[in-house]
C-alpha cells in the first residue's frame, strides 16, 4: 500500500519568519502608567497570548524587548544591559510618550530623552499612556515586519 505524501515548498527564511513571528516572548521594562497599560494588555480582553506573545521573566529566553514608561538615565545602562543579553534576533518596542521622547518629563534632567539612544527601536507606541489595544496593534506590526526579514538570502552559500 502506497501513501501519497505531500510536499510543501518554501524558503528557509519564510519558515523561521512564520516561527519567530508567531512565538514572541517578551521581557517587561516598565514604570509608570505606562506599565499598567502594559499589563492590561495581557488580561482577557486584549490577550496578547493569542498573538503568540507571552511574557518572560529573563532576557535570556525573550526576543522582544518591551520598553513602557519614564527611563531616567540612571535606569539606561541596565536596560541596555537586558538587551545585550538577549539572544538574536531580538526587537525592542518603545511604548508612550516618556519612552519614545522623555515625554512631559522631558525637561527634567534626569530623563533619557528617548530610549532609541541606547537600544535600536522597530516600533514606537505613541500616546500618554498608550491604550492596550495600541500595544496588541504594534505587535502586529512588529509581526509584519519580522515576516518581510530576510536574514538567510544575503549570506553567502
Known amino acids: 500500500m502506497a501513501e501519497s505524501g505531500n510536499v510543501l515548498l518554501g524558503r528557509v527564511d519564510e519558515v523561521l519568519n512564520w516561527c519567530r513571528k508567531n512565538s514572541l516572548w517578551y521581557l517587561l521594562f516598565a514604570t509608570a502608567c505606562c506599565g499598567i497599560e502594559l499589563m492590561q494588555a495581557g488580561g482577557p480582553r486584549t490577550d496578547l497570548d493569542r498573538f503568540g506573545a507571552v511574557f518572560r521573566a529573563t532576557p535570556r529566553q525573550s526576543d522582544l524587548l518591551l520598553v513602557a514608561g519614564t527611563i531616567t538615565y540612571k535606569m539606561a545602562s541596565r536596560v541596555r544591559r537586558l538587551w545585550e543579553q538577549m539572544a538574536d534576533p531580538k ?17 527634567s534632567y534626569s530623563v533619557l530623552k528617548g530610549i532609541d539612544q541606547v537600544v535600536p527601536v522597530d516600533i514606537y507606541i505613541p500616546g500618554c499612556p498608550p491604550r492596550p489595544e495600541a500595544l496588541a496593534e504594534g505587535i502586529l506590526r512588529l509581526q509584519e515586519k519580522i515576516t518581510r526579514e530576510r536574514r538567510l538570502s544575503g549570506r553567502a552559500a
Do not use: D, H, K, R
Not at 526587537?91 to 525637561?107: D, Q, R, T
Open 91 to 107: 526587537y525592542v518596542i518603545s511604548m508612550g510618550s516618556c519612552a519614545n521622547c522623555g515625554g512631559l518629563f522631558e525637561p
